[in-house]
C-alpha cells in the first residue's frame, strides 16, 4: 500500500517543533543562540563545506596574531589539542571518521562556524525558543534577555563588533578573533514557520524562571560551567515539556476541545509559587532511582515509571496525527470559502480540535474518504497487509476519517515510536553527564537522578527573588533548605518523586516492599547530596539538617564563598 506525501506528513507546529531524532545539546544550544541573535528566526549564514581541526589550530599559532594569542605558535601541538577538546565540537570523536560540526557553544557566535551537515538541533532549538519567548509575564523576556547577554558578551553595540576594553576568558577571544573574520549574517525566515505557542504555558513559565535564577550565578561561576549547567537545564526542560504534551494531548483530541485549566490565560501554574504546579491536571510524576545501581527495588520502581511514560508514545502518535489532518482538512474548508482563517494566520491546536467534532462529521467523512480511496486505489487488495485489513472492513464501523488514522498507524506509527523513543532518550541525556534516565546493556530503561542534574537543581532551588527595590547587584539571594523541604520542592516543581511514588502516573499505594525501597532511596538521596557538596549531617537534629548553598549571596548583594 503506498502512501503519499501528503497521507505521511506528521509534524505540526502548534503541537512541537521537534523533528523526534535524536539530538546533541551541544548542537540544540549551537541553533539556539542563532535564533537568540536573530529573534527566533535562522540564519542565511550556511556553511557546507568541511570544517577541519588544522584550520582552527592555524588561526591562533599564526605568528601574527602572537601578541593576541601569546605562547601559541611555540607550542603548536598544545594549541591544536586545546583547540579540538576544548574549542571544537567534533562528531565521532577520537575515532577514524572524526568531523568538526562547529566550535563549542561557549559563545552566542559560535553558530556561525557550524556545519550544516553536521550540526542539526532537528527542531528543539525553536522548541526551546519559542517556550521562553512565550513564558507569561516579564519571565520569557526577561530570560531571553539575560542569555543574549551572557552568551554574547565581549560584544559592542552592533552585536557583532568586539568590544574593545571588556575582560573576556580565553574561549570567548577565540571566538571573537575568528568572527572577525565572518561576513556579517542575516535572518531567514523559512517558509510554513510561525511562532506557536507551547501547548503547556505552565512548563514555559517554569523553563524562564529556572534561567534567570540560573543566570544570576553567571558572575560566581566559570563560563564553562554555566554553559553546562544551561545545557543540562536545557534538555531537562525540553523533556519535562514532551511528557506533559504525551499526557494532555491524547486527552485533548478524546475530547475535541482543550482542558478548560490548558491556555495562556487559564493556566493555573505560577512558576513562582511553593507549589507552581497546583491545579495542572496533568503534572508529571517520574519515580527517580538515586543510587544508580540496576537490579535494587529502587531500580525496578523506576523502571516501572519509565515504562508506564514511554507506553504513552503511541496514543500521542495517533493524537499528533489526528491535529495534522485536521489542520489539512481545516486549509481544505478555507480554500473552498467555507471557514475563515485566523487572524493570527494559522489554526492553533485548541482552534483545531473543533474540526474533528460533529458539526464537521459531514464534511470531514468527505475529505478523508477521497483521500482513503487513493490510497486503497494505488494498491490492490491483494498486496494489503493483513494487519490492514481488518480496519477497513465495513462491519468495524469506524468512520472515514478514524479508517484514515488507523491505516497511518499501522504504516507509520512504528517509524514514529521509534524515532519518539530515540528523541526522549538523548532529551534525557540517557547514559550522559546529566542524565534523567539510563539503560545498562541488555537492559531495561529506568529514570535517575544523575549527579550532574541534582546539582544543577539544587543551584535553582536555593536562589529567591530578590523583593523589589532591593539595591543588591543580584536579582536573586541564596537560602537554606531543609532535605525534607528541598525533596518536597522536586516533586512539586519538577514532578520528581524520591521517597514516594507518583501515584496518579503508573503507581498504587505503596505497599510494605515499596516502603523499604524508597527509605533505602530517600537515604540514597542523603549520601548524594552529601557527595555533590551540598549537605551535611550538623547534628542529628532535624531541623539542622539543612542544604546549603556553595555561594551565599545577601539581599543587599554581599556574596561569600562555601554558603555557610
Not at 100 to 117: C, D, K, M, N, Q
Not at 338 to 360: A, C, M, N, Q, S
Not at 413 to 420: D, L, R, V
Request: net charge neutral; aromatic share 10%.
Amino acid at each position: 500500500m503506498a502512501l503519499r506525501r501528503r497521507d505521511t506528513e506528521f509534524k505540526h507546529l502548534g503541537v512541537s517543533y521537534l523533528d523526534f531524532k535524536r539530538v546533541q545539546m551541544d548542537r540544540v544550544l549551537t541553533g539556539f543562540l542563532m535564533r537568540l541573535n536573530h529573534k527566533g528566526l535562522t540564519s542565511r549564514l550556511v556553511r557546507r563545506k568541511d570544517l577541519f581541526v588544522k584550520e582552527f589550530a592555524d588561526e591562533f599559532t599564526d605568528p601574527v596574531n602572537a601578541d593576541r594569542f601569546q605562547g601559541f605558535a611555540e607550542h603548536p601541538e598544545m594549541a591544536r589539542r586545546w583547540v579540538e577538546t576544548q574549542l571544537l565540537d567534533v562528531v565521532n570523536r577520537g575515532k577514524p571518521a572524526q568531523e568538526v560540526a562547529g566550535l563549542r557553544p561557549l559563545h552566542g557566535l559560535t553558530y556561525r562556524f557550524r556545519s550544516s551537515r553536521h550540526s542539526r538541533p532537528y527542531g528543539a532549538d525553536a522548541q526551546l525558543y519559542e517556550m521562553l519567548r512565550h513564558a507569561r509575564g516579564p519571565l520569557g523576556a526577561l530570560a531571553l534577555e539575560q542569555l543574549r547577554a551572557f552568551f554574547f558578551t565581549g560584544l559592542g553595540t552592533a552585536a557583532s563588533v568586539p568590544a574593545q576594553k571588556t575582560p573576556v576568558d580565553i574561549e570567548t577571544q577565540a571566538v571573537l578573533h575568528l568572527n572577525s573574520q565572518v561576513k556579517a549574517d542575516s535572518p531567514h525566515t523559512v517558509k510554513g514557520w510561525y511562532a506557536a505557542p507551547p501547548l503547556c504555558v505552565g512548563q514555559a513559565d517554569l523553563l524562564a524562571d529556572d534561567v534567570v535564577r540560573l543566570l544570576s550565578l553567571k558572575d560566581l561561576l566559570p563560563r564553562i560551567t554555566m554553559v553546562e549547567y544551561l545545557k543540562i537545564l536545557f534538555a531537562f526542560h525540553l523533556a519535562l515539556g514532551q511528557f506533559k504534551t504525551m499526557k494532555l494531548l491524547p486527552v485533548a483530541v478524546a475530547r475535541s476541545a482543550a482542558d478548560p485549566a490548558c491556555g495562556h490565560d487559564r493556566c493555573p501554574a505560577s512558576a513562582t509559587a511553593q507549589d507552581p504546579l497546583a491545579g495542572c491536571p496533568f503534572r508529571v510524576g517520574l519515580f527517580m532511582d538515586v543510587a544508580g545501581v540496576p537490579g535494587t527495588p529502587a531500580a525496578a520502581l523506576a523502571e516501572h515509571s519509565a515504562e508506564h511514560w514511554l507506553r504513552r508514545i503511541p496514543d500521542f502518535v495517533r493524537a499528533s496525527y489526528t491535529v495534522r489532518k485536521l489542520d489539512e482538512f481545516a486549509e481544505h474548508l478555507v480554500g473552498q470559502g467555507k471557514e475563515r482563517r485566523p487572524p493570527h494566520g494559522h489554526f492553533t491546536v485548541p482552534e483545531l480540535l473543533r474540526f474533528g467534532t460533529d458539526d464537521y462529521r459531514k464534511a470531514r467523512d468527505e475529505f478523508f474518504g477521497s483521500r482513503l480511496t487513493a490510497i486503497l486505489d494505488d494498491t490492490p487488495v491483494s498486496e494489503q497487509p493483513e494487519e490492514v485489513r481488518p480496519l477497513l472492513d465495513e462491519s468495524m464501523g469506524l468512520a472515514p476519517f478514524e479508517k484514515y488514522l488507523e491505516v497511518l498507524m499501522a504504516y507509520r506509527g512504528p517509524y514514529h515510536h521509534k524515532y519518539i523513543f530515540q528523541a526522549i532518550d538523548s532529551l534525557l541525556l540517557k547514559n550522559r553527564p546529566g542524565a534523567a534516565i539510563a539503560q545498562p546493556h541488555g537492559g531495561r530503561r529506568r529514570f535517575i537522578l544523575d549527579s550532574a542534574l541534582l546539582e544543577v537543581l539544587v543551584q535553582v532551588a536555593l536562589l529567591r527573588l530578590n523583593p523589589r527595590g532591593a539595591s543588591s547587584p543580584y536579582t536573586h539571594h541564596t537560602v537554606s533548605l531543609r532535605l525534607d523541604e528541598f525533596l518536597a520542592l522536586l516533586r512539586d516543581r519538577y514532578g520528581l518523586y524520591v521517597d514516594r511514588l507518583p501515584t496518579a502516573d503508573g503507581f498504587g499505594p505503596a505497599g510494605l516492599e515499596e516502603e523499604a525501597a524508597l527509605r533505602a532511596n530517600a537515604e540514597a538521596f542523603t549520601t548524594r547530596m552529601r557527595e555533590i557538596g551540598f549537605y551535611d549531617d550538623l547534628s542529628d537534629a532535624y531541623l539542622t539538617q539543612v542544604i546549603t548553598p556553595r555561594f551565599s549571596i545577601t539581599e543587599d548583594g554581599m556574596v561569600a564563598t562555601g554558603g555557610r
